[in-house]
């Protein structure tokens, strides 16, 4: 039988390079996956509940858990908004016999990495360019021209990273890059 003991994995990407959909993907077809819910301290969207994508708190809140050394990571992934994956959360998922996944910026996945250096599983999810990663933004529509420079400038930077992670797919194409994360993430399962 395979032991999930203590398993983690880890999903990062730039901004607006399809980790969510490959996320999902996973999600859907390994029961034994579960998501991890992370801390954050920006607002809540209209559909989102707490608990649920996220355990929304005050900025309090959140500082205090940092001085009780309560995160396995946390960043402050945009300006004044923090973000981070709480040491019970983990445990939670563990207790349930289950693996977690953590859908985590690409600083938060290194030190994830360097913490839970066992057992732990990291994929970097990469656009095929910058230049294509620009254009799927562009068409989300989300980002006026300066918070669109600093995702663009943003991914360079973690671009540069990419080597740090355990596997790297390139997301050319949604359902390539899925039928390549499920067959690395069954390997990771059995291991
Ligand atoms: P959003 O605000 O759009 O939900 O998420 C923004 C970014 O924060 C995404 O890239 C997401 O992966 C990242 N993120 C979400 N939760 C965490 C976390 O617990 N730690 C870190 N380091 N990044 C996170």
């Given at each position: ?12 990407a ?50 205090k ?10 960043e ?10 709480l ?16 859908d ?45 420079n ?42």
């Open positions: 039988m395979n032991s999930h003991h203590q398993k983690i994995l880890i999903i990062t730039p901004s607006g390079a399809g980790k969510t959909s490959i996320t999902h993907h996973l999600m859907h077809h390994f029961s034994i996956l579960s998501f991890s819910v992370s801390a954050t301290t920006r607002n809540a969207r209209c559909n989102e509940k707490d608990g649920v994508d996220y355990y929304f708190l005050s900025d309090e809140e959140f500082k858990k940092i001085q009780l050394k309560e995160f396995a990571e946390w402050m992934v945009y300006e004044g908004k923090y973000y981070g994956t040491k019970s959360e983990l445990k939670r998922i563990w207790g349930l016999g289950k693996v977690p996944v953590l985590i910026d690409v600083k938060g996945a290194l030190h994830v990495q360097q913490q839970y250096p066992e057992n732990t599983m990291s994929l970097f999810i990469e656009p095929p360019s910058v230049e294509e990663l620009k254009k799927r933004l562009i068409s989300r529509g989300t980002e006026n021209e300066d918070s669109l600093a995702r663009v400038n943003k991914a360079s930077y973690e671009i540069g990273f990419k080597d740090h992670f355990d596997k790297v797919i390139v997301n050319d194409n949604l359902e390539n890059a899925c039928m390549k994360a499920l067959s690395i993430v069954e390997e990771f399962l059995k291991s």
